[in-house]
């Protein structure tokens, strides 16, 4: 048996297992499986259990959770709505902060600051630039208070090494001592006190990480001073100086943490970077509009306009929603969304998008899309979430992670042994020393970063480029994707349909007569074909006659009542649809339009077919070009087309397409799909329509056309602004160029670790008297963060044209 149930009190990633295991303990049930987003369980079981069972497991558990029928608790939130609503807790999160490294999953939270799990800082889930600057000038703050007070530090324990040292002619090296740890205080309790509360809270939780490594390393160094300075007799001869005072290493300690804090610095400057390709969008958004009422101009404010709003552009001006030209003709620079440097000829009747740059010429428009409807609205945000979002490799390097630090640890501890026991004269010096160079140097945080900054800036970079990135997985699975299905119309074509003939089969209707009906039935569709007709017969000055229940039927054509007579218009199957018989002369007929690329529709009125209308589709200056270079990476390419095989033929063989099928309605291109899946194929599917919403869902990578309609922007997980297959050339190159990233960091970060260890804890000296000391390790240790965000940055250079 099994039964679906809703889960409230979930919050996180660390909720749902919690609840899966709670739940798979229940005597009697096979699997339990939870879904977060959903927040429902699927529960299997070899016989029927009661939800009470289930509710009492889960209270025992702490009764942080409940279950519920379906539909039941969101009845019983439904009604408690109108209740007073509680403060939410600030540690469930608004949603205005989260974790980079995503510890607790989706969770949020509402102020800045740490990852209580990890302890990286908490980043803003919209771009928030003045909040960047202010941590960065924090940190900055924080960087010169620590320099102005270790640089003394260091100056006093290097002159150790000078011979005759002029220091002691003024005080002992007691003193000394105690100036060194009256001036590590403000270091260790201000400047870098926050890598201890986050290794505090990395141990409370077992969330090992980083700052684990360095408040072991630097804490023990720190503390190991403090309590030689206070209680020197407990100390064996071996860790003394000559002075009878116990080695301390106030430098040591104080040189890491200011260096670490110099790394997470050179972090925040090179995140910013990162995130330029959105900042780059923020700046193109213009605030300020003219709009025209009752012929005067008012200059508003951007929030101020309204959908029907007519508004003036003046030459030069950024257009300031999206809209369409009701006045005027232009050519508008479009590159900062589409990626193509050419201005693009605008007249009455085109679409402009915010953001974009006037001409030289004077315009009037229509508002259409305001506020966060915008195509640049949704571009930053679409930018936003998919650089929050996480690849499936990252998991990799989240697997290593939990458990490298316990080794790391482990070693370090092996390291003082071995020093202790085996190791020179002051042997304990020499394995304190090693066991924290290993802490130090071992630092995974550049194994955490590898995956995040390679997305950032990729998903920057293909968004500048006009190639719009939904989420990282769909970034790395492109790089797989071996088969590529294209609609026709749309998307190998350019979707502007044009009527080039209206014929007739029957000599009681003109052919006059026939184009009335075919613009009187098209009237109340939206397809692009139908488009083409109304747009024929204004121009023919058709007049429309009256029209009752139209009905669009998906992959055939439109039906309806004109003028009292039942009018069907559509291909071969919607007449088998409207029982209207296609004799074999109209069929040669219609094929030799087909044979040419041409589209043929049939009109049949009271079951009989009177005459047809042919559409050309010109297909894109891109197209060939685009499937070739795909065809060249080892891509098969296969076009689905709901058109018949004539006209899929013509155009398959015009871009050199052996693989194609004809007349296929969205539930076949869709049964396709996954045949392809069951035969090993991953398969990217590239569409516009509504009709190709299900495979674009179904597919491994849906790829949209800008062009398309919202249906199928949103089915996909990557959109082409520009609307060609060029497009697709684009996102597979930028697939490749920041998977290769990805593995250079991970390549770069584990190479670092695995040589880093070793040496720090001593390996070399046996043969070549080497030592690695603390304070180069955390030199080494910081910037291999910052080493693996500049090979992220190397992205913003890379060609994916």
Request: hydrophobic share 40%; net charge negative; glycine share 8%.
């Amino acid at each position: 048996m099994k039964h679906t149930y809703h889960i409230h009190g979930m919050i996180c990633n660390g909720c749902r297992t919690h609840v899966e295991k709670t739940l798979s303990k229940v005597d009697g049930v096979a699997n339990a499986s939870v879904n977060l987003e959903e927040a429902e369980a699927t529960i299997e079981m070899e016989s029927h259990i009661s939800i009470e069972t289930f509710q009492e497991a889960l209270k025992q558990d702490g009764g942080s959770y409940s279950i519920h029928e379906l539909g039941e608790h969101h009845h019983k939130e439904k009604s408690a709505s109108t209740k007073p609503k509680k403060e939410k807790p600030k540690d469930k999160g608004t949603g205005t902060f989260y974790c980079p490294m995503h510890c607790e999953g989706d969770k949020t939270y509402d102020q800045p600051g740490d990852c209580p799990v990890c302890g990286m800082d908490l980043v803003p889930m919209e771009l928030d630039l003045s909040a960047e600057e202010k941590t960065y000038k924090k940190l900055l703050k924080k960087f010169w208070i620590a320099t102005a007070f270790t640089l003394p530090i260091f100056i006093i324990a290097m002159s150790e090494m000078v011979s005759n040292n002029p220091l002691y002619n003024f005080l002992e090296l007691k003193y000394w001592n105690w100036i060194q740890f009256a001036l590590s205080i403000p270091v260790v309790f201000y400047a870098t006190w926050m890598f201890f509360e986050r290794a505090y809270r990395s141990i409370a939780t077992w969330n090992l990480n980083m700052f684990t490594l360095i408040g072991i390393g630097a804490g023990v160094a720190w503390l190991f001073s403090v309590f030689g300075m206070l209680v020197p007799d407990f100390f064996p001869d071996q860790f003394k100086t000559e002075a009878g005072t116990v080695h301390v290493y106030f430098e040591a300690a104080t040189v890491i943490l200011t260096l670490v804090l110099l790394g997470q610095l050179l972090e925040a400057r090179a995140h910013s970077k990162t995130n330029s390709a959105v900042k780059e969008l923020l700046k193109l958004a213009p605030n300020k509009a003219v709009k025209v009422v009752d012929g005067e101009e008012q200059e508003v404010a951007i929030d101020k306009i309204q959908l029907g709003d007519i508004l003036r552009v003046k030459p030069g001006d950024k257009i300031p929603v999206d809209g369409i030209i009701t006045e005027g003709e232009t050519s508008i620079d479009e590159s900062m969304i589409t990626g193509e440097p050419i201005p693009v000829n605008k007249n009455v009747g085109d679409k402009v998008s915010s953001g974009t740059i006037n001409g030289n010429q004077f315009f009037l428009m229509k508002a259409e899309k305001v506020g966060s409807d915008t195509l640049l609205s949704q571009i930053i945000q679409m930018v936003n979430d998919a650089s929050r979002s996480r690849a499936p490799i990252q998991k990799l390097a989240d697997t290593v992670s939990g458990y490298f630090v316990p080794i790391v640890v482990i070693i370090a501890i092996i390291t003082f042994g071995i020093w202790a026991i085996w190791g020179p004269e002051p042997a304990y010096v020499y394995a304190l020393v090693n066991a924290i160079a290993v802490l130090i140097i071992a630092c995974p945080c550049a194994l955490g970063l590898a995956t995040p900054m390679s997305v950032m800036v990729g998903v920057g970079k293909g968004a500048q480029n006009g190639v719009l990135i939904k989420n990282a997985e769909a970034l790395e699975k492109m790089d797989k994707v071996d088969t590529l299905i294209v609609d026709k119309t749309g998307t190998i074509t350019e979707g502007k349909p044009t009527v080039e003939k209206v014929g007739s089969f029957d000599n009681g209707f003109s052919d006059s007569e026939v184009l009335q009906y075919i613009v009187s039935l098209n009237n109340q569709s939206e397809h692009p074909l139908a488009e083409a007709t109304l747009k024929y017969g204004k121009e023919q000055n058709a007049e429309f006659l009256k029209t009752d229940g139209f009905n669009a039927v998906t992959g055939k054509g439109v039906e309806g009542k004109v003028n009292g007579k039942d009018v069907a218009l559509g291909n071969a199957k919607m007449m088998e649809h409207a029982n209207a018989g296609l004799l074999e002369t109209m069929q040669e007929k219609a094929q030799s339009f087909q044979k040419q690329g041409k589209t043929v529709s049939y009109l049949a009125i009271d079951g009989n077919i009177v005459g047809y209308v042919v559409i050309g589709d010109k297909i894109k200056e891109t197209s060939a070009k685009a499937i070739k270079e795909l065809q060249e990476k080892g891509i098969d390419v296969i076009m689905l087309t709901g058109d018949n095989y004539d006209t899929a033929k013509a155009v398959a063989n015009e871009l050199n397409l052996s693989d194609f099928q004809a007349g296929m309605l969205p539930e076949n291109k869709l049964q396709e799909v996954e045949k392809l899946q069951e035969n090993g194929k991953v398969v990217a599917m590239a569409g516009d329509g509504i009709n190709d919403a299900p495979a674009l869902a179904k597919s491994d990578v849906g790829i949209a056309m800008g062009t398309g309609t919202d249906v199928a922007i949103e089915s996909a997980s990557i959109t082409l602004v520009k609307g060609d297959l060029h497009g697709i050339v684009k996102a597979r190159n930028l697939s490749d160029v920041v998977m290769r990233n990805i593995k250079q960091n991970l390549f770069f970060a584990m190479i670092y670790n695995t040589l880093g260890i070793p040496i720090a804890a001593g390996l070399l000296y046996p043969f070549f008297g080497i030592l690695l000391s603390p304070m180069i390790a955390a030199l080494a240790m910081s910037f291999s963060s910052v080493s693996v965000i500049a090979n992220s940055l190397r992205l913003k250079s890379s060609n994916i044209d």
